[in-house]
């Protein structure tokens, strides 16, 4: 094992990997953190994590690393998009249910970022040498709906990180769940790392990375509830990991189910995935450090669902 102890340099994880690792490649360097092979502080970071100058890198021996298939390079593709605001820094995209949002195994084309690169170009993204993720400073998954904001240069992306970092962006998600919850509101604060068993899955552990969610209950039906969601971290499937947890998995979700057992009624008919939706997103300006939000309704397929629903409200 190899370790560096940062002290100052600052920056992209793959970048500073590079500085640190002159005879890898970059794109082995890239193969290993996908891999899971560098751990920072312990913890296993994306490419583009954002490091500060004081973190510890660990790295296994590159030649664990399994042979990676090439990814197709990144061609502008005509896909329509819901802009919601744009500017010369940023722009705020309301993505629609099963768009993909970067490349990846099995999905080298259609992606948001194919949209992003024909909507912008190739140099109006941050990072734009980026092969898999320019521009985005987060995602949400393909079958979640909604908002996500978007860098168009390199400064932009580096301060949004910050306040996805620090937790000050604002994320608000609507989502149904099965079962009743009683509760008219709560919070969930259970720690969330990589499922040992099933890499397509996250799990509550007490040795994962903390994080945090507030619910809201907004209305009550026979066998779900429709719920208000507030995002204090943002740990990969935080939402449907932690309302799994509480025993109330998201209608529709293909892996987190744990205790929905035998369906009854409308709620057999979900196949296209989890009912989330990003409503609400709210952070500072990049650039002028105006505080910006903005919102946007639950798309037709989740209200036709809702309408299926008798509400159980007094």
């Given at each position: ?5 940062l002290e ?11 500085e ?14 996908k ?5 920072v ?9 954002q ?23 990144l061609?502008?593709?005509?896909i ?68 996500l ?6 400064a ?6 910050e ?5 000050s ?26 499922d ?33 969601l ?8 935080q939402?449907?990991v ?12 293909p ?29 500072r ?30």
């Amino acid at each position: 094992m190899t370790q560096f102890k940062l002290e100052g340099q600052s920056g992209r994880l793959d970048k500073i990997l590079v500085e640190l690792m002159p005879d890898e490649s970059r794109s082995t360097i890239q193969k290993m953190i996908k891999q899971g092979l560098v751990l920072v502080n312990k913890h296993i970071e994306k490419a583009n994590y954002q490091l500060v100058g004081n973190e510890i890198i660990e790295i296994n021996n590159v030649n664990q690393a399994e042979p990676m298939q090439e990814t197709p390079a990144l061609v502008a593709e005509n896909i329509p998009l819901d802009i919601v605001y744009e500017d010369e820094d940023v722009i705020v995209i309301n993505k629609s249910v099963g768009m993909v949002v970067h490349p990846s195994k099995g999905h080298y084309s259609g992606t948001l970022v194919h949209a992003l690169l024909y909507h912008l170009g190739h140099q109006n993204l941050a990072f734009p040498d980026d092969s898999v993720r320019p521009g985005l400073v987060h995602r949400i998954d393909k079958d979640t709906s909604g908002l996500l904001v978007v860098a168009k240069n390199n400064a932009a992306h580096q301060l949004l990180s910050e306040q996805l970092e620090n937790h000050s962006m604002g994320r608000t998600y609507v989502a149904l769940v099965h079962g009743t919850i009683k509760e008219p509101e709560g919070s969930i604060e259970v720690p969330i790392r990589r499922d040992q068993h099933n890499r397509l899955r996250w799990a509550a552990h007490s040795e994962g990375k903390y994080a945090l969610t507030y619910f809201k209950v907004l209305e009550r039906f026979t066998d779900s509830t429709l719920v208000e969601l507030q995002l204090a971290t943002g740990r990969t499937h935080q939402i449907r990991v932690h309302m799994e947890y509480i025993g109330h998995p998201l209608v529709g979700d293909p892996v987190y189910r744990v205790g929905v057992g035998q369906l009854k009624g409308p709620l057999t008919r979900m196949s296209q995935g989890q009912l989330l939706h990003a409503r609400l997103i709210q952070f500072r300006h990049p650039i002028t450090d105006k505080l910006l939000q903005f919102e946007v309704p639950l798309p037709e397929y989740f209200n036709d669902v809702l309408k299926t629903l008798t509400s159980i409200e007094q």
